[in-house]
């Protein structure tokens, strides 16, 4: 007797095919969900071999453009970046797969969902809080969790001589010492020889961006449109590209920084469930976009706001990080930040180039820059005379401190 209707988050690698059969033998119906994010897949071969397999149902699901629309572009807006570096490329993708796990398993009816994350990582609390907050009373099954599986498969090779005895296809092409996770923003290389951090990334290893010594020697320039931090337009100098489908925006500047070797990082990085680990990472659209908001925000965003749109970005990037994009606080962070862009609209034109971004000008029809105001040659509505006043004022507490040292120092 079926125990009720499970839907599995499928890759159609090997640990997930033998999750599948695992779920049948456990008496489940089961329900195989594979979000297209734009990652290198032959989703019809992956759809064939779960049938095979024995899933009732394959469904795939495209979620290229609800990625960049409403996970992507936020990020954007909030100018999201994890302990400085890391641009959450898997971050943001989790909550985009949880959407579409949830409304598989309300289509079908299903009272479970099940995952190949392991017990270690970050992606099991993104998947299940996800799942937890769409979904209250959905029940998980994580079977690198459960007793009944890890300590039936605790290596690779138990795994393969279950994949055998089931007709699991193997993988025809070695695997790589390293885990790699995929979508159409980013690439993940963890684990395996890349646990040492004193290790160096081996050659080849990157997939999505060219090696920045043998990127083109000639520069490509682009210019980035935004309307309230989010971007509406790209354009590239000396090319009859211009896009304003939210979808081409991005894969254009994917498809640029790619080419000329952009966005790739080797961090080491803390995990919200307490680990340390070192990963290494591509996002070279994503890294474009940060850089041209970040500018056009220093041009319109007055300087006490952005400070404190800076610390919520930084709660925000956390937020996203550890699982909670379906929390209030969230829900909150995001509402603040958006509110705080409302003037962050222009251009940005930008120097692409052997793996670096070079800003080379930025325009806003309303901005907080005031060149008149500013110039070293127009005096304008602004009396110098008062800037003595107001050093003066600044240096009382400085005055203050060095008389309290002195103090302090006769009485030694």
Same mark, same amino acid.
């Given at each position: 007797?079926?125990?009720?209707?499970?839907?599995?988050?499928?890759?159609?690698?090997?640990?997930?095919?033998?999750?599948?059969?695992?779920?049948?033998?456990?008496?489940?119906?089961?329900?195989?969900?594979?979000?297209?994010?734009?990652?290198?897949?032959?989703?019809?071969?992956?759809?064939?071999?779960?049938?095979?397999?024995?899933?009732?149902?394959?469904?795939?699901?495209?979620?290229?453009?609800?990625?960049?629309?409403?996970?992507?572009?936020?990020?954007?807006?909030?100018?999201?970046?994890?302990?400085? +570096?890391?641009? =959450? #490329?898997?971050?943001?993708?989790? !909550?985009? *797969?949880?959407?579409?796990?949830?409304?598989?398993?309300? %289509? &079908?009816?299903?009272?479970?969902?099940?995952?190949?994350?392991?017990?270690?990582?970050?992606?099991?609390? +993104?998947?299940? =809080? #996800?799942?937890?907050?769409?979904? !209250?009373? *959905?029940?998980?099954?994580?079977?690198?969790?459960?007793? %009944? &599986?890890?300590?039936?498969?605790?290596?690779?090779?138990?795994?393969?001589?279950?994949?055998?005895?089931?007709?699991?296809? =193997?993988?025809?092409?070695?695997?790589? !010492?390293?885990?790699?996770?995929?979508?159409?923003?980013?690439?993940?290389?963890?684990?395996?020889?890349?646990?040492?951090?004193?290790?160096?990334?081996?050659?080849?290893?990157?997939?999505?961006?060219?090696?920045?010594?043998?990127?083109?020697?000639?520069?490509?320039?682009?210019?980035?449109?935004?309307?309230?931090?989010?971007?509406?337009?790209?354009?590239?100098?000396?090319?009859?590209?211009?896009?304003?489908?939210?979808?081409?925006?991005?894969?254009?500047?994917?498809?640029?920084?790619?080419?000329?070797?952009?966005?790739?990082?080797?961090?080491?990085?803390?995990?919200?469930?307490?680990?340390?680990?070192?990963?290494?990472?591509?996002?070279?659209?994503?890294?474009?976009?940060?850089?041209?908001?970040?500018?056009?925000?220093?041009?319109?965003?007055?300087?006490?706001?952005?400070?404190?749109?800076?610390?919520?970005?930084?709660?925000?990037?956390?937020?996203?990080?550890?699982?909670?994009?379906?929390?209030?606080?969230?829900?909150?962070?995001?509402?603040?930040?958006?509110?705080?862009?409302?003037?962050?609209?222009?251009?940005?034109?930008?120097?692409?180039?052997?793996?670096?971004?070079?800003?080379?000008?930025?325009?806003?029809?309303?901005?907080?820059?005031?060149?008149?105001?500013?110039?070293?040659?127009?005096?304008?509505?602004?009396?110098?005379?008062?800037?003595?006043?107001?050093?003066?004022?600044?240096?009382?507490?400085?005055?203050?401190?060095?008389?309290?040292?002195?103090?302090?120092?006769?009485?030694?």
């Amino acid at each position: 007797m079926s125990k009720g209707t499970v839907v599995l988050a499928y890759s159609g690698g090997l640990d997930t095919s033998c999750i599948l059969v695992w779920l049948l033998e456990q008496e489940y119906e089961v329900v195989a969900f594979m979000s297209n994010l734009g990652q290198d897949e032959d989703f019809d071969e992956a759809r064939k071999k779960a049938l095979n397999l024995g899933a009732k149902e394959v469904v795939i699901e495209d979620q290229k453009r609800e990625l960049v629309e409403d996970f992507v572009w936020p990020a954007v807006r909030a100018g999201l970046i994890y302990e400085d +570096r890391y641009l =959450l #490329g898997t971050s943001l993708a989790r !909550p985009c *797969i949880v959407r579409g796990l949830i409304k598989t398993a309300r %289509k &079908f009816n299903a009272g479970y969902v099940c995952h190949g994350a392991t017990g270690k990582g970050n992606d099991q609390i +993104r998947f299940e =809080l #996800g799942c937890y907050a769409l979904t !209250p009373d *959905i029940k998980i099954i994580a079977p690198w969790k459960d007793p %009944k &599986f890890y300590d039936r498969f605790p290596g690779r090779k138990e795994l393969f001589e279950y994949a055998r005895q089931h007709n699991i296809p =193997l993988p025809v092409t070695p695997k790589a !010492p390293w885990s790699i996770d995929a979508n159409m923003i980013h690439i993940s290389y963890e684990s395996g020889i890349l646990e040492n951090p004193a290790t160096h990334p081996p050659e080849g290893i990157f997939q999505m961006t060219t090696d920045p010594e043998k990127a083109p020697d000639t520069p490509e320039v682009l210019k980035v449109g935004f309307k309230a931090g989010v971007p509406i337009s790209v354009s590239l100098t000396g090319d009859a590209t211009h896009v304003t489908n939210p979808l081409e925006i991005f894969t254009t500047c994917n498809r640029v920084g790619s080419k000329h070797g952009v966005g790739r990082i080797d961090i080491v990085e803390n995990r919200f469930i307490g680990l340390k680990s070192r990963g290494i990472y591509e996002s070279p659209g994503l890294t474009i976009l940060y850089k041209a908001h970040q500018d056009l925000e220093l041009l319109c965003l007055d300087r006490e706001v952005r400070k404190i749109k800076s610390y919520l970005s930084t709660r925000m990037s956390e937020q996203v990080y550890g699982g909670f994009w379906y929390s209030p606080e969230f829900e909150f962070t995001n509402k603040c930040i958006e509110e705080s862009q409302k003037l962050v609209t222009g251009s940005v034109t930008l120097k692409i180039y052997k793996g670096n971004v070079y800003v080379l000008s930025r325009n806003a029809p309303v901005s907080l820059y005031n060149e008149e105001l500013v110039s070293m040659d127009v005096q304008g509505d602004y009396d110098s005379s008062d800037a003595t006043g107001f050093i003066r004022l600044n240096a009382v507490r400085l005055r203050e401190h060095e008389r309290v040292k002195e103090t302090i120092n006769k009485m030694k």
